[in-house]
């Protein structure tokens, strides 16, 4: 089972959805495959701001790509 999912509030799912994902600073960018983009009802390039967000970042990032080397 080498996949990930990313799921939305209102349920909806996709399998291994991310083209690419980078961290600068407290914004995280997600850049999805835009089939995956439609299906979760979010626009292809998606941009989290984590300021004042109580996070912390390097743990974050380290899981986030932890996960996403290990199914790549």
């Known amino acids: 089972?080498?996949?990930?999912?990313?799921?939305?509030?209102?349920?909806?799912?996709?399998h291994d959805g991310l083209r690419a994902v980078q961290l600068v600073g407290p914004q995280l960018s997600l850049d999805?495959?835009?089939?995956?983009?439609?299906?979760?009802?979010?626009d292809a390039a998606v941009e989290v701001d984590f300021t004042g967000v109580n996070v912390d970042l390097a743990v974050f990032w380290s899981k986030?790509?932890?996960?996403?080397?290990?199914?790549?």
Do not use: K
């Open 1 to 14: 089972m080498d996949s990930y999912n990313i799921s939305t509030e209102r349920g909806a799912t996709v």
């Open 32 to 42: 999805f495959l835009p089939e995956d983009a439609e299906a979760l009802g979010v």
């Open 64 to 72: 986030l790509t932890n996960i996403l080397e290990w199914v790549l």
